[in-house]
C-alpha cells in the first residue's frame, strides 16, 4: 500500500483569478495543495484596490510587506476608499515593457506577495503559485513577491521553464535575477530581463527558502530535457496535463489533432525517479486511484475547483456551467486559434462569449494588457511589442502577417471578464476540461452547487 508522502489532490492553478485565494487557502486547510493564479496578478490587485478593497483584505496583507514604502505607494496610487465611482475610469496597471517603470515593479512583487499571503492565512499547510511560462516579462518580479511571502511551490506550463530554477537562487541569494525572453527578429533574437532585488529594495532580501519546483509537461521528451539541461535537484516532481485539461494545451504533434504520440508513457517517467501527478480528465475516485497504480503520487483537477463556490470564476456562469454540465449539455471545444501564443485553448460555447462567431466579430480587436505580447525586432534596431490579437493594421505596421491574426481574441481581457474583473474591452472567453462527469456526483439538481470541503471528500472517495 502506497504511503502519502505528497498531496493527492493539486488544485489546477487557472485562468485569471479563477484559482484565487480564497480556493487557494480552501485546498491548502483542507490538506491538498491549493494553487494561486499567478497571471497578471497585478491586474487583479488593482482592479481590487479601485473597487474600495472590500474586507480590507489586500491592505491587511500589504501591512505585512517587509518594505512599507513600497507598498504603501502602491496603495496610495490606487486605492480608491468605497470604491471608484461608476463615471469615473478606473485606473489600470501600466503595459509591460523591457524597461519597466518602478511603480510596475512594485505592483507586481506587491501583488504576488499580497495573494500568496492571503492564501496562506490562516493554515500552515503548503501552498503553491502558477505562472504561465509565455507571460515572461513579469517574471523575476511576480517570483519575488511570492518568495517574499514564503510561496512554497511553483508550478509553470504553457512553454519550456528552464529559467525558473535560476531565477529563483538568484533571487533568494539576492543576486541580479535575469530571464531571457525570445524575440522576432534576425539580428536580435533575444532580451533578458534583469532584476537586482538588493538595488531595488536597498538591501538583501530575508527570504526563508526557494520554493519546490513543479514543471507542467505533456510529453516524456519534455520531462528527459529538463531533467538534463537543469542541475540536480532543481525539479521537485513534474504535473502531466493530458489533452483533456482546460486551459492552454500543448499542440498535437501532427499539428491537427491529438493522436497516440501526444500522451505520456507513464512507465518511462516513473523510472526518471521523481513524483508526478496526472492532469486532464482525472476528477473522480477512480482516476485517482488509477493515477495512483501507474505511479503517480496523484491528480492534478482544475474544472472540479473552477466550479466550486470558493472559485473567482464570475458566479453567474459558473452557475450556468454547472447547469449545462449537470444537463449534459455543455459544449467545449478545443480552439487552434483563439489564443495568441499559439496554443490550443479549450473554450465552452456559451451564449454572449467570444465563442459565438457573431459576438467575435462584432467585437473591437484590442491589446491593452499585453500578457501575451511578443517581443520583435523593429526596423530601427529597438526591440517592440505586438499581439496577433489587437486591431491587424497595427499588427501589420509592426511587422506581422495577416495569417496570423485569424481567429485570434483577447485572452487577458477576456479571461477577466470571466473572473468579474470589470474588463469593458472584449467578451468572456471561458474555459475548461473536457470531462464535467464530476457534477452529476455533486450536484442534487441542476440549480445546485457544491463547495471545495465536498470536492475532496469526493475526490478521496468520503463522499
Known sequence: MKTHQHPEIIQGGMGVNTSSYVLANRVSSLGQLGTLSGTILEGVLVHELQNGDKGGHIRRALSTFPFPNISESVIKKFYVEGGAPKDIPIKRVQMFN???????ISTVICANYAYVWLAKEGHKNPVSINYLEKVAMPHIYAITGAMLADVDFITMGAGIPLQIPEVMNSIFESKVAQYRIPVIGTSITSFTMTFDTQKFFGEKLNIKKIPKFIPIISSNLLATMLIQKLPPGSIYGFVVEEPTAGGHNAPPRNKLSYGEKDYVDYKKLSELGLPFWIGGGYATPGALNRAIQIGAEGIQVGSIFALSEESGMNPSIRKEVRRLGFRGELKIRTDMRISPTG?????IELPGTISEANVYESRSRICNIGGLVSLYEKSDGKI??????????KFLNKGGKIEETIGRGCLCNGLFSTASKNSDFEPMVVTI?????FLQKLMTNENSDYNVREVISYLLGAL
Not at 517592440?384 to 493594421?393: H, K, L, S, T
Open 343 to 347: 496554443f490550443p485553448f479549450k473554450v
Open 384 to 393: 517592440g511589442r505586438r499581439c496577433a490579437a489587437e486591431p491587424i493594421d
Open 98 to 104: 523591457t524597461d519597466p517603470p518602478d511603480l510596475l
Open 433 to 437: 476540461g473536457d470531462d464535467v462527469r
